[in-house]
């Protein structure tokens, strides 16, 4: 099971970004994905999930509106597009998935994570 996390970079503040994370390997994360972020010396924060069924989405309210995430489900791969960056926005980006019913904000409902990508977003 693994899951590639790619599209990091640095942009300056109010540009875009489009990650991407592409799963592959046995099939899981049956209920759905999010994308975290982390910045050093905090814990990972929650941004957005999406679930693979009905393709519900729920976003944290610093990226509610700016960020959009999807899912191309014949490619097993989500997207987080990324608008109107802030330098707050800088940080690892880990995309997770999760086999269990649990809640999406919380990262300890994932059980498999990525390796990280980094957005960096200059003022």
């Known amino acids: 099971v693994q899951l590639q996390a790619s599209g990091g970079g640095l942009v300056q503040a109010g540009g875009s970004l489009r990650l991407s994370c592409a799963a592959s390997?046995?099939?899981?994360?049956?209920?759905?994905m999010g994308w975290f972020r982390q910045v050093p010396g905090k814990e990972r924060e929650f941004a957005a999930a999406?679930?693979?069924?009905?393709?519900?989405?729920y976003y944290a309210d610093s990226v509610k509106g700016r960020f959009t995430m999807s899912r191309d489900n014949a490619k097993n791969t989500v997207y987080l597009q990324m608008n109107s960056l802030k330098p707050e926005d800088t940080a690892v980006y880990y995309c997770?998935?999760?086999?269990?019913?649990?809640?999406?904000?919380?990262?300890?409902?994932?059980?498999?994570w990525g390796q990280g990508t980094l957005v960096t977003v200059s003022s």
């Open positions: 997770g998935a999760r086999d269990r019913i649990g809640r999406v904000t919380t990262h300890t409902t994932y059980d498999y």
């Open positions: 999406i679930t693979w069924s009905a393709g519900s989405t």
């Open positions: 390997g046995r099939p899981f994360g049956r209920y759905g």
